[in-house]
């Protein structure tokens, strides 16, 4: 009977069952390192195409994809497209960005940084001590320059001095879900203090269709949607960009939140465009369509995905 592995091959929006068959899956499983780590049970799992690339999946669900040769190559559609808004800012590579992650996964994002912009100041911020000393054994970065710390993401962040960070980047789930306290106002204001006058806010949020919630929803989209109108409670430019059939409502996906001033959307939208799996980029009031601004009192965690995906 052939092994069916579920990996996010392109995030949440291109999950893919990969029938594997009975000769392939004895190379599948001489090639997958597992650690129980503290949020779960972490999996490393090599990809036959990419000899020295990882996925890391933690519970089921795919966190992140890692090429040790190539850290340029950004595997998951919704990580490319934050790697073409990173590519746009100003200066242009390879000059060097204040970039502060939070979240860690395998260091997906902080390799890319790192690679094409060399001597960017990088730090990262995980809540999951184990896994943390997962990647940096199996998925060294040594040399990078990364200062990983291990911590709450919004405690992380009160330690950030303000006005010091060009980029703040968010990914964080916990079970498939963005915990509450990442998705409030407040905690925008303090996104907000960290960032440079001309600093750019990034989060990867999931929702769409099918997504599971005991809570009456106003629209397929509506915790995105509500992100949308929070950001624009503090940021003076907000969009949002995701494949057309999750920004109708029709799929679940990954929708890549992007919050600032002076945003380089026309360059983001051109290059997104043009990926294998395009997106488009749609005004943050237009896509918040009303929506209420979320605060530290009435925050809940993103809705859980569809049965199937994610691994729920």
Do not use: K
């Not at 679940?252 to 380089?264: D, E, H, K, S, Y």
């Amino acid at each position: 009977m052939s092994r069916v592995l579920r990996i996010a091959r392109g995030g949440t929006g291109a999950v893919q069952d990969l029938g594997v068959a009975p000769r392939r899956a004895e190379r599948f499983a001489a090639a997958v390192v597992r650690a129980e780590v503290g949020h779960g049970c972490a999996e490393l799992v090599a990809d036959p195409d990419r000899p020295t690339a990882w996925t890391l999946l933690v519970d089921g669900t795919a966190q992140s994809h890692v090429d040790l040769d190539d850290p340029t190559h950004l595997e998951f559609e919704y990580v490319r497209r934050t790697g073409h808004l990173l590519d746009a800012l100003d200066p242009a590579p390879p000059a060097p960005l204040r970039v502060l992650h939070l979240g860690g996964g395998a260091w997906t994002l902080p390799r890319y940084v790192a690679a094409t912009r060399p001597g960017s100041a990088q730090r990262v911020v995980e809540l999951d001590g184990a896994l943390v000393d997962l990647v940096r054994s199996r998925l060294p970065a040594d040399g990078l320059g990364l200062d990983v710390r291990v911590a709450d993401a919004r405690a992380g962040l009160a330690d950030v001095p303000a006005g010091t960070c060009d980029v703040v980047l968010l990914d964080v789930y916990a079970g498939a879900r963005i915990p509450a306290h990442l998705t409030s106002v407040e905690f925008l204001r303090e996104v907000a203090r960290v960032l440079a006058p001309d600093g750019c806010y990034v989060a990867n949020l999931a929702d769409g269709a099918g997504a599971r919630t005991l809570r009456p929803r106003r629209s397929p989209l509506d915790f995105a949607q509500a992100q949308a109108a929070t950001a624009g409670a503090v940021f003076a430019e907000v969009a949002a960009v995701a494949s057309p059939d999750v920004l109708h409502g029709r799929r679940f996906g990954n929708v890549v939140l992007i919050a600032g001033t002076g945003l380089p959307l026309t360059e983001v939208a051109r290059r997104v465009a043009a990926d294998p799996f395009p997106a488009r980029v749609e005004p943050g009031a237009e896509f918040a369509d009303g929506a209420e601004v979320v605060t530290d009192a009435t925050a809940t965690p993103s809705h859980r995905p569809p049965r199937g995906l994610f691994g729920q």
